[in-house]
């Protein structure tokens, strides 16, 4: 009995390792991509947005924006895809929809239990 609680106290640990390590880099990728919002701010460096008629893709994982709502308290950095690696470090944004400053919809991607989390209050 004594080797299977070993085993789950190591488990255990092992598990919470790896949730803290996911946190924190969600947190290091947030505050890097507002870093580099701010600093385009700051230099007054325009964002262009690629003109999508020509075919070309952002690359996965590239910087889009970010999304504020201060009626709900939610602020995120905004990155290109919507695959798992994108939706771990911030929201992301789907492809072949309209990019912020576009004609068309924006869509947003975002996992409901992190990034999205404050939409399920708000009202």
């Not at 789950?8 to 924190?24: E, N, S």
């Not at 939610?74 to 576009?102: E, I, Y």
Request: glycine letters at 10%.
């Amino acid at each position: 009995m004594t080797w299977l609680q070993r085993f789950l106290f190591v488990a255990g640990f092992m598990i919470l390792g790896y949730c803290l390590a996911d946190w924190y880099h969600a947190r290091t990728e947030q505050a890097k991509g507002s870093r580099e919002l701010d600093q385009m701010l700051f230099q007054n460096t325009p964002y262009r947005n690629p003109d999508l008629s020509t075919g070309k893709q952002i690359p996965e994982g590239q910087l889009v924006g970010k999304v504020e709502i201060p009626k709900l308290h939610l602020s995120a950095v905004v990155f290109q895809g919507t695959n798992d690696k994108v939706l771990d470090q911030g929201v992301g944004h789907m492809d072949h929809s309209a990019l912020p400053g576009q004609p068309g919809n924006v869509v947003l991607a975002a996992h409901r239990d992190s990034y999205f989390r404050p939409l399920k209050k708000g009202k």
